[in-house]
């Protein structure tokens, strides 16, 4: 267990399968409160009793209480005295389990409910008050139809005549709906009165006591050792580096591998906030004539990303040599790469999320890891930047994949197609921040793509290439809408493009969500 667990108050999340599990964690992290989440059936007593939660949250879940081998809560966290709370299949499973019914086959209700609320609780109390309808967000198609002793109806719906219940005395809650969720305007504050009026939690995690206590924990694990760091420029490997920067200053090197598929400036950004700014240690290696060598001639994606991960990790491990070694490899892992899931059908098998990173190096490398944010979400990791004191435009960037530009010029890649999408990248980037609009992206980036298309300009025929630009909004990456630009932005910034970038002639919006479509081309 870590040392964030042992010094703070805690709340235990038991995974059943939802989709939306981690923004419990999210919710309460963002009324500072520290929570980790385990699948169900991951929890022995002595597991429990070792983190010493002062409440549990059961979430919900796919599978159907009714049917004989779904999951259940370990019975023994009935046993300890502890507050609970069950989120839509958590309620079922916690009223299950304690005596109360649960039946399928009535209306089911998914999305926008609302609830009457009919009296008052610890839950409500302060946020909602009886007599109120509240909007709340429903995913369900079991209900309760017999609470269990001991629990009274605090909110109805039409589809869950115990939409909200409570056992006072006990301390246990349960919501059909998923108070997590934003579309539950009032979600985040009923979640706050368990955490903070029902568990005694104090909000005692914030930022500033996380950092110091990452860096008393870097210093304990890496001693004397040396810290090799592969920064790639993102948000994660800069925080990561700075973060144990602080903790072991000179025994820390950063090494950044410059493939030649970078964005305008971006490597000179690189050196100058890391070696200039935070005196780190950093090794810049130009080593673009190489990638795009090999990259010659290749048009196959995934042939391109495996040329980029093998050369990345040469470089890497040839730099490395070249220092004398260490004895430790830092990443930048984060909390969503850790956290196990629980397989859909909320069997026994589980699985570890795979890290999707080209910046991840093999663990053969010999070295033990040093992963400082483990723990964090990614807007926690922004918010420890800048309570690091690193600049907005490091801290509050764009996702950027490893294989960088290469995977943006369908086709092959050449080092004038490179400087052809930089170019226009460049404008399309200007014109969003002038617009004020990067916050509100996920990611927005151009694609060059490998069709020439007819133009007029002037009086003259031109034939030259196509862009495409990408703009969406996501949470995690893993889905992602397109971002709704105006017109008149679009075709100013198209004017711009076509009329500054000799070499592209047409610009066209992709309109297509992931899924079915990836963020990127490639
Ligand atoms: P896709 O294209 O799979 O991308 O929808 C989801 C998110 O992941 C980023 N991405 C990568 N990041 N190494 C990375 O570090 C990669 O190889 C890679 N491929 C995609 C992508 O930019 C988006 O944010």
Redesign the pocket.
Known sequence: MDIAATTHDRILILDFGSQVTQLIARRLRESGVYCEVWPYNNAAPARIAAFNPRGIILSGGPASVTQGDSPRAPEEIFQIGLPILGICYGQQTLAAQLGGVVESGHAAEFGRAVVEVTAECALTHGVWSPGARETVWMSHGDRITVLPPGFRVVAQSEGAPFALIANDERRYYGTMFHPEVVHTPHGAALLRNFTHDVCGCTGDWTMGAYRAEAVARIRAQVGGGRVVCGLSGGVDSSVAAVLIHEAIGEQLTCIYVDHGLMRAGESAQVVATFRDRFNIKLVHVDAADMFLGALAGVTDPEVK?KTIGRLFIEVFEAEQGKIGGADFLAQGTLYPDVIESVSATGGPSVTIKSH????GLPADMRMKLVEPLRDLFKDEVRALGFELGMPQEIVGRH?????GLA?RIPGEVTRERADLLRRVDTIYLQEIRAAGLYDAIW?AFAVLLPVRTVGVMGDGRTYESACALRAVTSTD?MT?DVYPFSMEFLTRVAGRIVNEVRGVNRVTYDITS?PPG???WE
């Open positions: 990303r999707h990173n080209v910046g996702p950027f994949p490893g294989p995977i990611q990456g992602a992931k990836t963020i990127e």
